[in-house]
């Protein structure tokens, strides 16, 4: 069964902190995402990679940043977690088609 | 940018009734348009999906339906079942030029009464 994994379900973080949240595909798919899912607004996007070393800017990028140094992971970086960065982190993965991601199941932030 | 607009937000229905969810889009650029359904605790998966060169699909209970002159598609869900209660998202993409990127809908939540 094809999957994607984020490495903490739950995250408590302080601060001020630099918080890395990580994503594993084992697809092989070309195109990685991170979103983030907060009540009445949906889904929105933050940074999206569709090669190694490639990354672009989404819709909120703001107060964070992103490595993928290999195909299948892609790390999100809160360079210096704020309380208005507690959400809920969604990790997607798609082949480079105009096909539906797949998901993981979430990373739930919560900056204290 | 794209734009995705959702409606309801909410939506409660007696099982074995059809549920119908709403979305328009802004770009006429888009061209493929997921449904995704988040269950609780869990990241959403997709359910059914359409390409604007398809009027209708069909899945089981789901369907979608796609008008790109009024740039609006709808989920039908037929003879609901309690295990359709969940959050339901739109989305919409236009493919390779905006890297496969999906602009989503900001969700509708369906409750099945039992």
Not at chain 1, 22 to 28: F, G, K, N, R
Not at chain 1, 81 to 108: E, I, K
Not at chain 2, 33 to 55: A, H, T
Request: aromatic share 10%.
């Amino acid at each position: 069964d094809v999957k994607v994994t984020q490495s903490s379900r739950y995250l408590v973080k302080r601060t001020g902190e630099k918080v890395f949240l990580e994503c594993v595909q084992d697809m092989d798919h070309e195109n990685m995402f991170w979103y983030r899912q907060d009540p009445g607004l949906g889904l929105r996007l933050i940074y999206f990679s569709y090669d190694v070393k490639m990354k672009e800017k989404g819709d909120i990028p703001e107060g964070y940043s992103v490595s993928r140094e290999k195909k299948e992971r892609f790390s999100l970086i809160l360079e210096s977690a704020s309380t208005n960065q507690t959400s809920m982190y969604l990790c997607a993965s798609n082949p480079g088609r105009p096909y539906g991601y797949t998901f993981g199941s979430g990373t739930r932030l919560t900056v204290v | 940018g794209e734009n995705v607009e959702q409606h309801p937000s909410t939506l409660s229905v007696q099982e074995g009734d059809s549920a119908v969810i709403k979305c328009t889009y802004s770009d006429s650029a888009s061209n493929y348009f997921p449904w995704y359904k988040q269950e609780l605790g869990k990241g959403p998966q997709l359910i059914i999906d359409i390409r604007s060169n398809v009027g209708e699909k069909k899945d089981q209970r789901i369907a979608v339906t796609l008008n790109k002159t009024a740039k609006h598609f709808s989920l039908h869900i037929t003879e609901t079942q309690p295990e359709d209660s969940a959050v339901y998202f739109c989305a919409a993409s236009k493919g390779k030029s905006s890297g496969d990127k999906l602009t989503f809908g900001t969700g509708t939540r369906l409750a099945v009464r039992p």
